[in-house]
């Protein structure tokens, strides 16, 4: 009987990081929208699961740093919801292009962001896996703990909904 692996042992822990930290990082990137704080949400699981690992086995060591990582952006969103009660957030910029482009790619960008914003969480996660991440539905299915039909009916849906959004490109 084989022993089994632990994620205790360097190499293990190594092999976790590097197979699925970029992943993660962007599971956590599309529900908060900032790359640096997703980098650090990430940090922080690899530092808990780290610590607890000897209570946590190898084969559950994607769920518990998916479940760590959502858990903090949640802590985060909370905290974010509060300060914001308390301040008002004023944004200004001063830009050399020419206005007509910077308006109508405004408005792009704008259109963009509110379809995507439509869809629901589990369509724009899998939407965003697949076509930023480039990860194949069967990927995807493995990622989310879902099957690959799931996949492909949010993917659908998502799709009808862009479309109706912002019509075909």
């Known amino acids: 009987m084989k022993p089994k692996k ?68 949640l802590n985060v969103v909370k905290h974010k919801k509060i300060v914001l009660q308390h301040e008002q957030i004023k944004k200004s910029g001063v830009d050399n292009q020419d206005p007509e482009f910077l308006l109508e790619e405004k408005e792009f960008m704008q259109k963009l962001e509110n379809a995507i914003a439509s869809l629901s969480e589990k369509q724009r996660e ?30 659908h849906n998502a799709l009808k909904t862009l479309r109706k959004e912002i019509g075909d490109l």
């Open 6 to 73: 632990s994620v205790c042992e360097a190499k293990n822990f190594d092999a976790i990081f590097k197979q699925h930290s970029r992943t993660l990082r962007n599971y956590i990137f599309y529900k908060c929208g900032d790359s640096d704080l997703a980098e650090d949400l990430v940090q922080e699981a690899y530092i808990k699961l780290w610590n607890n690992c000897k209570k946590i086995p190898f084969a559950n060591a994607l769920f518990f740093l998916k479940r760590v990582a959502n858990n903090a952006f």
């Open 126 to 155: 899998v939407f965003l896996l697949n076509r930023i991440d480039k990860k194949t539905y069967n990927e995807i299915a493995l990622f989310l703990d879902i099957s690959k039909k799931a996949v492909e009916k949010r993917m």
